[in-house]
């Protein structure tokens, strides 16, 4: 299957500051999903970006299928960022299924 | 529009046992994939759900196991409870098709086995 590597593992910012965190994944992809976890476990949808770039105010993001990565930018920031950011991309498994396979996460920590 | 429900929210349980977790698609959606996400690491892959038949499976021992209602919500069972079967179950739905495959998740279900 897919391997999906994201980096850097942890980062911390100052509030204010711009972030720029990357998803690479070892094989073509049918898409690509960022996530933003929050403390309590909600995996809220940031982007659906199988090649491109796409904007949602502050945040932004550009998937280069070809050569296999994708980037989130955060600009900005808020202490509201913190939390975990998630990578998955979505692989077809044959018979009609589809799984999404994550990476390990950047955990970012915006301070005051 | 209605989001994508799980229940119950928290869960402990002891070695051995067995638990029946819970998930309901959001609106418009029949297709409800399972992940674990055991602290630290991202969510992993259990098996997918679609017109009441499972279609896909990572690598989990038989005792997961689930099903698909009529009005696509879904279970998750897991037998013989074990200890590093503590971990945050998310449930997702998502629409077939050749468009809308992007999954959206539920709350999570965290459970603690003793």
């Known amino acids: 299957g897919i391997q999906v590597e994201q980096s850097p593992p942890d980062l911390i910012l100052q509030e204010g500051a711009n972030s720029t965190l990357r998803c690479n994944f070892s094989?073509?992809?049918?898409?690509l999903q960022w996530f933003h976890q929050n403390p309590w476990g909600q995996l809220i949808n940031l982007f659906y970006?199988?090649?491109g770039t796409k904007q949602n105010g502050r945040l932004s993001a550009t998937t280069v299928a070809t050569e296999r990565y994708s980037l989130l930018y955060i600009s900005s920031s808020q202490t509201t960022d913190s939390g975990v950011y998630f990578c998955?991309?979505?692989?077809?498994?044959?018979?009609?299924?589809?799984?999404?396979?994550f990476g390990k996460g950047t955990k970012l920590s915006v301070i005051p | 529009e209605t989001g994508v429900t799980q229940s119950p929210t928290h869960l402990i349980k002891t070695r051995g046992q067995q638990v029946t977790l819970r998930c309901s698609s959001q609106?418009?959606?029949?297709?409800v994939s399972w992940y674990q996400q055991a602290l630290g690491q991202g969510p992993q892959f259990i098996f997918q759900?679609?017109?009441?038949?499972?279609?896909g499976r990572g690598n989990f021992p038989p005792r997961f196991s689930g099903l698909q209602f009529p009005n696509y919500s879904s279970e998750l069972n897991v037998n013989a409870l074990e200890l590093d079967d503590s971990a945050l179950y998310l449930c997702?739905?998502?629409?077939?098709?050749?468009?809308?495959?992007?999954?959206?998740f539920g709350p999570g279900t965290r459970l603690t086995v003793l």
């Open positions: 997702a739905s998502s629409s077939g098709g050749a468009v809308g495959y992007e999954q959206f």
């Open positions: 094989d073509s992809v049918n898409n």
């Open positions: 970006i199988p090649s």
């Open positions: 998955a991309a979505r692989e077809f498994t044959g018979a009609g299924s589809y799984q999404l396979t």
């Open positions: 609106s418009g959606h029949n297709t």
């Open positions: 759900y679609y017109r009441e038949e499972e279609n």
